[in-house]
């Protein structure tokens, strides 16, 4: 392993911060968190998820923050360097993870590019006449053409990894990040001030505390697990490019508060619009791809409105997929690899590994009776993300107990008032929480 003096570093705290929102705010936040809030009891499931983030969530993403910071390398590598011993498995099971998650997450992040051309080629004609859900069929299981935008996509994301920890990660998501607010808060003020708007502000936050059952919790421990990008490595190697003047507590906060803003704002966004045109609210999965072009077609100017919406989600992928890019290079790279070689190689052996995702939607190949792609989307979402929280809590909370303390306060420099609240989370909450879910979520 390679321990430089010249490890790239983030320019600045706000570019460090952006870059990180940027890894969490992805599909999980525009995609996924609105249709299961609609699924699991609205505002009832909107405050269970905040509570969680609030006391585990931020724990884990101080938590992974602080032993990037210290060891200065990437997930296995910080393992290696801190503890060694079994340790750095957990840092590989991460970089599996990365591996696991981008190999789909590319599949869908080609849709949005689809999705986004197609908004102006059709897609509004298609969406009045009732069609977007055979449209969206027919593209799914037309493997040449999602492997076709998945390579777009995969170019993309390697491209800003290629290009390095400042002038890439850090200069397009401070350009990204406010693209993605300014996007998201044009397409709240569109939707909210739809005649019938209040029907479905009602739906989506009128809390109904009897969906709140021991799985809709599990579902939102796991959803904010996804979606704040932990368990998995990419906080640390985030981290280790954190100088020893910021401030680690205050930088999570600011990360989980954005991330958990943007998902509820992307809420305000679709369930205005699918009430306000009497569309079917509670669809799962194909809210997104099949339901919003035909809200949109019945939009005026629906042609604008659905493609900044697709530009917004694949603004919000592209970001994630960086990072779960560069926590794989990383290793490599403190390896020895440069910088472009690991880009390179590593982006098209992921790419490689979501083709059977992208086809499997068409019918092959299936592992176990799943789909290639849930099967993918199953290891690591409810597998390994979970279990590697569980280590790196017990890592803080047992183990590197005294060097977390010195590390999150800058050698007590700065005060941190939760200090030891912090540290019992870590010990105790949050691995009997994770656990739970891990032990709930596991049904293949
Ligand atoms: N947080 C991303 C999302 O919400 O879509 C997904 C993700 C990115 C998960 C990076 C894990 C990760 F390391």
Request: charged residues 10%; proline residues 3%; hydrophobic residues 55%.
């Amino acid at each position: 392993m390679t321990q430089n003096a010249e490890r790239e570093q983030w320019g600045s705290k706000i570019g460090f911060i952006l870059a990180a929102a940027g890894s969490a705010v992805g599909l999980g936040n525009i995609w996924r968190f609105p249709y299961i809030t609609g699924q699991n009891g609205g505002a009832a499931f909107v405050l269970v998820y905040i509570a969680l983030v609030i006391v585990i969530g931020s724990s884990v993403m101080l938590a992974e923050m602080a032993i990037g910071r210290k060891a200065q390398l990437n997930a296995v590598g910080s393992f290696q360097k801190l503890a060694g011993g079994l340790w750095p498995v957990v840092g590989w099971m991460g970089i599996v993870s990365g591996f696991t998650i981008l190999s789909f997450y590319g599949v869908v992040g080609g849709w949005t590019i689809k999705y986004f051309f197609h908004s102006f080629t059709g897609l509004m004609a298609e969406g009045l006449a009732g069609k977007a859900g055979d449209v969206f069929g027919a593209f799914v299981s037309n493997p040449t053409l999602v492997v076709a935008y998945q390579a777009v996509f995969m170019l993309t994301t390697i491209w800003v990894v290629y290009k390095g920890v400042g002038e890439g990660i850090e200069k397009y998501c401070k350009f990204l990040m406010p693209a993605l607010f300014l996007i998201l808060f044009v397409l709240i003020a569109r939707s909210v001030t739809l005649e019938g708007a209040a029907k479905g502000l009602d739906f989506y936050l009128r809390p109904d505390f009897s969906k709140i059952t021991g799985t809709s919790i599990a579902t939102a421990l796991g959803q904010a697990f996804f979606s704040l990008s932990l368990g998995m490595g990419c906080m640390i190697t985030y981290g280790s490019y954190v100088d020893k003047q910021t401030t680690l507590p205050s930088s999570a906060v600011q990360v989980c508060v954005i991330d958990t803003l943007v998902a509820f704002l992307a809420g305000l966004v679709i369930f205005p619009a699918v009430f306000a045109f009497g569309v079917d609210a509670g669809a799962g999965p194909g809210l997104t791809f099949v339901t919003l072009p035909s809200v949109f077609a019945m939009m005026p100017g629906g042609m604008i409105w659905s493609a900044l919406f697709f530009l917004l989600l694949y603004i919000a992928a592209l970001t994630s997929a960086i990072s779960l890019l560069e926590v794989v290079s990383a290793y490599f790279i403190d390896r020895g690899w440069s910088r472009p070689k690991a880009a390179v190689i590593m982006g098209f052996l992921i790419f490689a590994l979501g083709v059977p995702c992208a086809t499997s939607l068409s019918g092959a190949p299936k592992v176990y009776g799943k789909d290639f792609f849930d099967a993918m989307d199953f290891l690591s979402s409810n597998v390994l993300l979970p279990l590697g929280g569980v280590f790196i809590s017990l890592f803080v909370g047992w183990f590197w107990t005294n060097d977390a303390r010195k590390e999150v306060t800058n050698e007590g420099a700065h005060g941190f008032t939760l200090l030891e609240v912090w540290i019992w989370i870590c010990r105790v909450v949050a691995p009997a929480a994770i656990l739970y879910i891990f032990y709930t979520g596991l049904k293949w």
